[in-house]
């Protein structure tokens, strides 16, 4: 295992149509999270899994971005009547839960899927 | 409000020279960890400090956590083109989620 890949790198899209992006995680990690980062800001969180189950979503998901980590491992992130305003890095990341021997947490991430609304 | 406040935004600098990012809040962390993202890729951990004072160095990179946990720096010395990328620090909320600063651009002009 090498590291968290997210699928695809880049991705151009009419405004109007469905997006759908994956990330495997690390295999042994048992946390997923997605982000949304614009150029020159820092990564904003939108939702994360703890195994199957989504514990938490940012208000900056709108009803129009949907995700899903069906069988605790991979996730897929869907937005449906893309925006210009969706225009972004989308990064995910994994994590232990508990922090493993280390005792905290490290999050690591993926190269992120770029997407461009046009 | 933004939880850690990082500065400065925006740094160009020489090759060669020292240099120094910051990370402040007034919240109280159990740890925080510093990325490093180039353009176009995902961000790489480079460490993660969890005891109040602690110093961690990383070949030219030092990283230090505040005595009282609530903030960071990251000292670079002898810059070279390859540091060029956005340094972010995060912490683990609350909430479970990792919670970024707002990023320091950093340049390294040959």
């Known amino acids: 295992d090498t590291g968290v890949s997210q699928d695809p790198r880049h991705k151009i899209t009419k405004r109007g149509q469905n997006v759908t992006f994956r990330c495997d995680p690390i295999s042994e990690h048992n946390r997923l999270y997605w982000y949304r980062q614009t150029l020159g800001q820092g990564p904003e969180f939108l939702t994360y899994?703890?195994?199957?189950?989504?514990?938490?979503k940012s208000r900056l998901l709108s009803d129009r971005f949907s995700a899903e980590r069906p069988k605790g491992s991979f996730s897929t992130l869907e937005i449906q009547r893309t925006e210009q305003g969706d225009s972004a890095m989308y990064l995910c990341a994994s994590s232990l839960g508990d922090g493993g021997r280390a005792g905290y947490t490290e999050a690591f991430f993926g190269q992120g899927t770029r997407l461009t609304v046009v | 409000t933004q939880l850690l406040e990082q500065s400065p935004q925006f740094l160009s600098i020489q090759e060669g020279e020292n240099l120094t990012v910051y990370c402040n809040s007034s919240?109280?962390?159990?740890?925080l960890q510093w990325y490093r993202q180039e353009p176009g890729e995902g961000p790489v951990l480079l460490v993660t400090v969890v005891t109040g004072g602690e110093v961690k160095k990383l070949k030219r990179l030092t990283f230090q956590f505040g005595d009282a946990r609530k903030d960071s720096s990251l000292h670079i010395t002898a810059a070279q083109p390859g540091d060029t990328g956005l340094y972010l620090c995060?912490?683990?909320?609350?909430?479970?989620?990792?919670?970024f600063g707002t990023g320091t651009s950093l340049t390294v002009i040959p």
């Open positions: 919240s109280v962390f159990s740890s």
């Open positions: 899994f703890q195994n199957e189950a989504q514990l938490e």
């Open positions: 995060a912490i683990r909320s609350a909430g479970n989620q990792f919670y």
